[in-house]
């Protein structure tokens, strides 16, 4: 009996242990789902654009000069040899990427043009927009004069036009 006590008051002493073990256990370690761990990844994308514009802007600087500066900093590095089929088809990914609770629909398409729609593009960054003073306008003009650099390394136009179905984006070849 007094062994069977000894076993009883050490399991119970080990369990009380472990108990108290988890119990102090604060943080873990999350397992976002692969949507999950994308949508973060496309909104802190979309959020460091923001607060780049935000911070220019703190400076003096205009959203032209911050999107022309940054569009001809990647511009240089852009591989020229993709020409407008590869800028044209990077830039679909990029705006897939970017917009994860909307969607782009391509409505013309030819040789030396395309034109494509971004949808919901803004429903999920409105409120980080308005926490760092920067408009919906404001950041389509940057996109459009940081890909616009990058589209004239490649010989190309780039514009961007905000419409009530969404974002607007025109490519073409000059």
Same mark, same amino acid.
């Given at each position: 009996? &007094?062994?069977?006590?000894?076993?009883?008051? %050490?399991i119970i002493? *080990?369990? &009380?242990f472990t108990l108290a073990t988890f119990a102090l256990v604060k943080f873990t370690v999350p397992t976002p789902s692969d949507l999950q761990k994308y949508q973060a990844a496309a909104w802190q994308w979309n959020g460091a654009y923001t607060l780049l514009i935000s911070y220019a802007k703190s400076l003096g600087?205009?959203? $032209?000069? +911050? *999107? +022309?500066? %940054? *569009?001809?900093? %990647?511009?240089? +590095?852009w591989n020229k040899e993709s020409g407008f089929d590869g800028l044209v088809n990077s830039m679909l990914y990029i705006w897939v990427t970017m917009t994860p609770s909307g969607n782009v629909e391509i409505s013309e398409q030819s040789e030396d043009k395309i034109v494509f729609l971004v949808k919901e593009f803004y +429903?999920?960054?409105?409120? *980080? &927009?308005?926490?760092?003073?920067?408009?919906?306008?404001?950041?389509s003009r940057f996109y459009e004069l940081y890909a616009g650099k990058i589209?004239?390394? &490649?010989?190309? $136009?780039?514009?961007i036009k905000d419409t009530d179905d969404g974002i607007e984006v025109t490519i073409a070849k000059k």
């Open positions: 009996k &007094l062994n069977a006590m000894k076993k009883l008051i %050490v002493c *080990g369990c &009380l600087q205009s959203v $032209e000069d +911050t *999107g +022309t500066a %940054v *569009g001809e900093m %990647v511009a240089a +590095t +429903t999920p960054i409105k409120e *980080g &927009l308005m926490q760092y003073k920067v408009t919906p306008v404001e950041l589209a004239e390394h &490649l010989g190309a $136009e780039y514009s």
